[in-house]
């Protein structure tokens, strides 16, 4: 199979990751519930991966680093303390509904800022008009799960800064490819997944929390190995958000995976992705009867590239390259929001997306099929 | 033998101090904070030796780490300090 659905999941990990999954679960047990080895292995894995992920991110308290299940449920626990019952929320124009259904879920009132796809002034130009002071939250995306775009989250974060307004961002397509430093951008919150641009395993996810924030509005209340007498959830993070056992294998996993990514660089890991989908969008240019939306050169755009057949129905291109061992994302994507913006939510888009792991053997052998598909 | 425990409101805290003690070469364990070390329920302690103290609560404080709650255990027995 030739994996090109690495924006939902990166289906190849470095084998450290499978391998300290294993391990956990044959050593160790769950951070803050005992003083016996395997409760200390397992609370010296956790805290080494929120160190490792504090450094990385740009906090500088690893308490601050808070696990959950995925990207959508750090996003829920961000905008949820954030934004209250029926109040207001600028986001970007390529949300995911990550982003969108738990601010419909609260009635909030939602201003887009509309801009062109891969416009960054545009983009910044849209939030500037957006904002006003009863503005609760800016939510942005830092890259479109669907076509790729950058947005200019450094301009974004410096306008909430001199606004006044908190900004989460959702770091899911960005994590492990683009530098992101919460610190410096002086944002809320950001969200992002453990399995896609960190490699690790499906069921992780981080929340971090910028330095000095609001108090956390908890999803779930419930056992924290800490202040057991108190039966408020605690004030302090990363207790107040993680109720429950921890995911050890998981944890163990993404700890491997951010490893790898740091041995890596992030930017060389983005360097070679933007190769290969830079090739990719070349090549599928001269595939007639086949739209692709990337700019020349991949200007404004990650390892995420969307293409519309012409003809036909992307869902049947997408199981014509799946029955030939290709593996893409066909349809809305979960973001109608981004097909809005760029005018593809009647017809959705194939969604091709590169990992670290991808060749440019994978790449020609992908184009080959297009142009003998499209015929 | 007598000894300090500083109390730790959570595990993460514990390693997070324990991490910056470590950084400047000072030795400590993490265990379980005795039932009567607290009323607030499950914490962590930091075991110091009496020597290190001073030093560990100045790189406590200069972290940002503290304030926190210490006690000497002396005579088979632990009692709560102030520094």
């Known amino acids: 199979m030739i994996y090109l659905d690495s924006a939902a999941t990166t289906f190849q990990k470095p084998p450290a990751v499978a391998a300290a999954m294993g391990r956990a679960l044959d050593t160790m047990s769950s951070p803050g519930r005992g003083g016996h080895p395997a409760a200390m292995l397992a609370a010296d894995t956790a ?65 887009v800022a509309e801009s062109p796809l891969f416009s960054a002034a545009d983009a910044v130009r849209a939030f500037a008009e ?55 951008l002086g944002a809320a919150f950001a969200a992002m997944p453990g399995h896609k641009g960190l490699y690790g395993p499906q069921g992780t996810g981080v929340l971090l929390c910028g330095e000095g924030g609001p108090p956390v509005r908890t999803l779930l209340e419930g056992g924290t190995g800490s202040v057991s007498l108190q039966q408020e959830m605690p004030e302090f993070l990363p207790d107040r958000l993680e109720a429950g056992t921890h995911n050890m294998p998981g944890i163990a996993g993404l700890l491997e995976g951010i490893r790898y990514v740091r041995e890596q660089g992030m930017e060389a890991i983005c360097r070679r992705e933007r190769e290969l989908t830079l090739l990719l969008a070349e090549g599928l240019r001269t595939v007639s009867g086949l739209r692709v939306h990337a700019l020349p050169g991949l200007r404004q755009q990650t390892g995420v590239l969307s293409v519309v057949p012409e003809k036909g129905d992307v869902e049947r291109l997408g199981q014509q390259l799946a029955e030939r061992g290709i593996a893409v994302r066909t349809g809305l994507h979960c973001a109608p929001l981004a097909h809005r913006s760029a005018g593809t939510l009647e017809t959705g888009t194939v969604r091709l997306s590169v990992s670290a792991f991808n060749t440019r053997r994978e790449i020609y052998e992908t184009l080959a099929v297009f142009q003998e598909l499209m015929a | 033998m007598e000894h300090y425990l500083i ?39 930091l075991r110091l030796t009496v020597e290190d103290l001073p030093e560990a609560l100045k790189i406590i404080h200069q972290r940002g780490l503290g304030p926190v709650q210490i006690f000497l255990y002396q005579r088979g027995v632990y009692r709560e300090v102030t520094p």
């Open chain 2, 7 to 45: 109390l730790a409101r959570s595990i993460t805290y514990a390693q997070r101090m324990q991490r910056a003690l470590e950084r400047s070469g000072i030795r400590c364990q993490i265990f379980r904070a005795s039932r009567d070390l607290t009323d607030l329920g499950c914490a962590y302690v």
């Open chain 1, 130 to 184: 957006n904002i006003t002071p009863e503005t609760h939250a800016v939510i942005c995306t830092h890259v479109s799960n669907v076509f790729g775009f950058i947005l200019p989250v450094e301009e974004i974060a410096a306008l909430c800064r001199r606004r006044g307004v908190p900004l989460v961002i959702d770091a899911s397509q960005a994590a492990g490819v683009l530098p992101l430093d919460i610190g410096a």
């Open chain 1, 47 to 111: 805290f080494a991966c929120r160190s490792e992920l504090a450094e990385l991110f740009g906090l500088k308290n690893p308490e601050n680093v808070v696990f959950t299940l995925n990207a959508t449920h750090a996003l829920n626990l961000a905008i949820k303390t954030l934004v209250p019952l029926g109040g207001r929320a600028v986001i970007s124009g390529y949300e995911h509904n990550a982003v969108t259904r738990p601010l419909r879920a609260l009635e909030a009132q939602i201003s």
